[in-house]
């Protein structure tokens, strides 16, 4: 009996996905729950399980394809005995027909019969760069054009090409040196990569936020001494007390939520002609993984303490790197907290995460010569900026804002105190 394996649902507003990569191959024995392949929609990468133990018996939707909700991606043949009922299979078909032998030689025939058939991704491809599917050779199960087949063909354009001439290939000596000339050379060095989902969507936002909002960015300086003081002394007795360890994160997640309570306009968001205030606080906390940028949320910020701020974004951040993140811990979130100083920002103004109204930017901790009680001395300081749309946030809510940051990282104890 075979089963089918589908897109399972998404979640909300994700209707459709690009199959990312099969963990399994055809053939392959699979136990229950074990991940057949891996999905990448535009906010997540999710593995599809097995709902029963037996082998893979097809790949319906090969890698690169484009599927909805629903669609079929591939049969399961149920049971234990299903491995060795495979082969078995394909013994007779052999002997059966040993005329159409010679037909492996033109595999590319029925990928061009059957273009209606191939993967949107394939088809895509085809159509994209005028090609015929019999050119190309198919390499895939039952003669089927893949990904793989297409994208090769395309590299080996440049020297078949010239090959077609070789009838007389001491004639045209001379316009091979004139091809690699101009713009081409250049074309035959570059590399072109469909950027994935995710980075579409990523690209999406950032280009809507800069449409829509009134984007401002506002600056201060934060003095780090304090804090860094409160962290050297508590961090062995926190980390041992908590199991985990006393970063900058948690400070400055409370630091910010003092100053949204105090300022609600910038946990707050617009909709039509409407100003939607939230009256809870889930922080959003940006995530670079080796697919983008992601900004996981941490809900209810305001009810954790330090621990819980740290283990949240801890187990955030890792499951954000291990591709695990769901569309729920995606989702949502009133205000966004960007760390650009573990890579070395000095500085910079980060872009809004619609439909958010602000955004916070961390920066790099680095001593600088500051005038303290009329002596100069060397303090380590951080540059905060804060990016925030104009329509919703005035002036002068978003420089108050930065300003009741900057007071709470710099007396940590008012954080403690809400003061």
């Not at 669609?71 to 040993?98: C, F, N, R, V, Y």
Request: charged share 25%; hydrophobic share 40%.
């Amino acid at each position: 009996m075979a089963l089918e394996i589908t897109v399972p649902v998404l979640g909300e507003s994700v209707s459709e996905a690009t199959v990312a990569k099969w963990l399994k191959k055809v053939g392959d024995s699979v136990a229950m729950d074990e991940p057949l392949l891996e999905l990448e929609t535009d906010k997540v990468t999710l593995e599809v399980n097995a709902t029963s133990a037996g082998t893979l018996a097809e790949i319906v939707a090969e890698e690169g394809a484009t599927v909805e909700v629903g669609a079929l991606l591939g049969t399961l043949s149920d049971g234990a005995g299903a491995p060795a009922a495979k082969p078995a299979e394909s013994k007779p078909e052999a002997k059966a027909e040993p005329a159409p032998a010679p037909a492996p030689a033109a595999p590319a025939a029925p990928a061009a019969e059957q273009h209606d058939t191939l993967s949107p991704a394939v088809r895509k491809l085809i159509d994209d760069n005028k090609l015929k599917a019999s050119d190309i050779q198919a390499t895939g199960k039952d003669g089927r054009l893949t990904k793989e087949d297409v994208l090769r063909y395309l590299e080996s354009r440049p020297t078949e090409m010239p090959a077609t001439p070789a009838p007389a290939p001491a004639a045209k000596p001379a316009p091979k040196p004139a091809v690699p000339a101009g713009p081409r050379a250049r074309a035959a060095q570059e590399e072109r990569v469909r950027m994935t989902r995710l980075r579409q969507r990523i690209a999406e936002r950032l280009k809507e936020a800069q449409d829509t909002a009134a984007m401002l960015t506002t600056f201060n300086e934060v003095d780090m001494t304090n804090l860094l003081a409160v962290r050297n002394s508590y961090k062995d007795v926190f980390e041992k007390k908590h199991g985990v360890k006393l970063g900058f994160m948690s400070f400055f997640v409370k630091a910010c939520i003092t100053a949204l309570q105090e300022l609600p306009a910038v946990n707050a968001e617009i909709e039509g002609t409407d100003i939607i205030y939230k009256n809870y606080y889930d922080i959003g906390v940006a995530v670079g993984t080796p697919s983008g940028l992601v900004v996981p949320v941490v809900r209810d910020a305001d009810k954790l303490n330090f621990a819980g701020v740290e283990k949240t974004i801890g187990a955030l951040g890792k499951k954000a790197r291990d591709g695990k993140l769901s569309m729920e811990e995606l989702s949502g979130g009133t205000f966004t907290i960007s760390n650009g100083g573990v890579y070395g920002s000095l500085m910079s103004t980060p872009i809004i995460n619609p439909p958010q109204s602000a955004i916070l930017g961390m920066h790099k901790t680095m001593e600088r010569p500051m005038v303290v009680n009329g002596k100069i001395e060397a303090r380590p300081m951080m540059y905060l900026a804060l990016s925030y749309d104009h329509r919703i946030i005035d002036g002068k809510e978003a420089v108050t804002f930065l300003v009741r940051v900057k007071e709470c990282i710099e007396d940590p104890q008012r954080i403690l105190l809400d003061v």
